[in-house]
């Protein structure tokens, strides 16, 4: 498998779409003199480019695929309470990327090491475009500090009409990759993050080099649905900014994939109903913790890949995903049916009080 | 009133709008003092059969109130988890067409739901509703002297708010 | 704060009884015999009075919606709308009827437990095709799977 470079879709595509959206975006404080040289990816041209914080980003993306580079990654979130960090090797070369010895990415591929082989969790390209970041957020870029040594680009995201710094991202100068990515709580703290500890470029170990990805075993992609039967409904939008991208099916689950132009989250559907509010979901996650969401108590449970939220409602069961900040989930979750079950405090309003009219 | 009991529907009807401006000052918010309200219609249709004719709106405050505290101390038995980042909104809700609001309404009934809940319940039941303090004694079961202190301390803690 | 005399003893929650017709005439009578000769105490008359008009001019606060009706929306608008009732009970009798025949004939909803894990990585595998694939995929790298 070698690795061919993504076809001009999604992203880069969207870069063409709105070009005028990105130039429009705040630039403040970055150097002017920066020579060509030293700007990442192939065909921006020579000349001094200003250099708007959404074409950064489009560039970074890129740069993990085409670029060289071996290094350590801190995995860093907290849940209820409590802080977790965990460390990941990272790798890369002849775009394939490598985490560890579990999951690779490679194109439009997405594999990982399970118990017994390697098994797709992608495999396809995406071509629907999901809406520019610039609907919903305010872009800035400025000078950074340094990440793992590096000297950075700082881009700092807050939501069109708000003061508060809710993300930073941190582009490495010299080769475009996003070296940290961070949510900011409302002190300015960051509680979940992703960064490297340590990155060389450029050439990478021999046995890295040769090996190319591996040979799946067995595929757990979805497949894409275009429609959907009832009682599942396909939903255009959702929480704050957040657009259908894509929806798929695979066991009796329907995923429905949305993007607000900087953050995914995924809500899953499958019909059915949770058993006993303390019983563990599948796998080895605990217990989770008590929310309120709009009136309604559900679970919530972090992970290093984001939160989740579970509830059922009328017979279907909702599983939203997604590693934006909090109020973002909260958002999506409070667009999505909440039937209280019997014995809750709005049963009254179905049963009793649907008899009466009240001026 | 001719001292017979009403029926469920006369007293939702000729009360619940009183009902609905207890609930709202004790809830704080409509979406809650939606469902309080719902909740204690139902106790009312179950207290209508042992109903004995006086003060109506004394009973029904003492029916609501009830449902508020029963909801309060559930909450408290069952900690909600705070998130890291606080909801956002990015747009102001935008009132309807036939809501009323003044400034000053707001910051008092804003302040009024800051109060902790035994003390705005004294301060509602007396200064909303107007029950004397042994009806206010008898709805939330408390001893006299608890609803005097309780009220005081309630508007004392109201008129640094606002100040 | 309000600068009292700390020795002697205040009026304190007699202050709210004084105000709210709660006491007893004779106790009426010493409370405003101490009103006359303390300071401290009557500028406290002032605040918590100040406090009780406040809540007592607030006007009543309507429902913005019927009190009545079914969670999934019921009755569309404006609140107060009337309906007649009759019509509204024949409706509702007839929705609950055939409500009750179809969920006779369905087959009863499976108890089902989401696998997190792998609905997660799932999610975070899409979310790296289009966004960027660092900071999506090396999370579900990370060995630990959903805490508490």
Redesign the interface.
Known sequence: MTGSRRPLT??AAQRLAFGCLAACSVVSGLAPARPAAALPGPGLGAGPVETSAVEL?DR??EA??TQSFDGM?A?V????R?Q?S?Q?P?SSAGGV?R??D??V?AG?R?M?HGTDGWFS??GH??TTL?PPPTA?YRLAVEPGPEVAARPTDVVDVQ????D?I?ER?YVDRQSG??LR?E????RGDP??S?AFTAITSGTVGAEAATAGAPGVIRS?E?VPARHLKAPFKLRSRIG?GYRL??A?K?GG?V?Q?F?DG???L?V?E??????AAE?T????????????I??H?MR???????D?V?WDSD?M?Y?A???A???DL??AVRDLPH??PPGR??R???T???????? | MTGEVPTWEEVARTHGRFLYNVAYRLAGNDDDAYDLVQEALLRVRKGLETYQPGSMEGWLSRIVTNVFLDEVRRKRRRPVEVMPDDPERLLPSTPGADERTDGFSDDVQSALHHLPEEFRTAVVLCDVVGLSYEEIADAIAVPVGTVRSRIHRGRRLLRTALQ | MIPRDPGADHLDDVLSAYLDDELAPAARHEAEAHLAACAGCRAELDEVSAARRAIRILPVHAARRPLVGTESGGLPGTPGVPRPPSRRRAVWALAAAVAAAIAFLLPRDPEVAPSLPSLADSHAARASITGDPLTQLAPIAVPVRFGP
Do not use: C, I, M, N
């Open positions: 999604g992203p980003l970074a993306r993990a695929e990654v995995v979130w907290r849940d209820g409590d977790h965990e990941v990272v990327l985490f560890g579990e999951v990415g439009a997405r990982v969790l992608w390209d995406v999901g919903k939501l069109v009409g708000a508060r809710r991202l990759l996003v990515r949510l900011l709580d409302s509680y979940r992703v757990q979805p704050t991208v894509g798929y695979a689950v995923q994939f993007s900087l953050h995914g995924s899953f499958q019909r059915g109903h949770l058993g019983t979901l599948a796998g080895q996650s605990g217990t989770g913790r008590e929310v309120e709009s009136g108590t919530a449970y972090s992970a290093s890949v984001g989740a579970v017979g069961v599983t995903v997604t590693d900040p909090w109020s909260a958002g039937a209280d405090l709005r009254v309003a179905q009793v009080v649907s008899l009466f009219r009240w001026r």
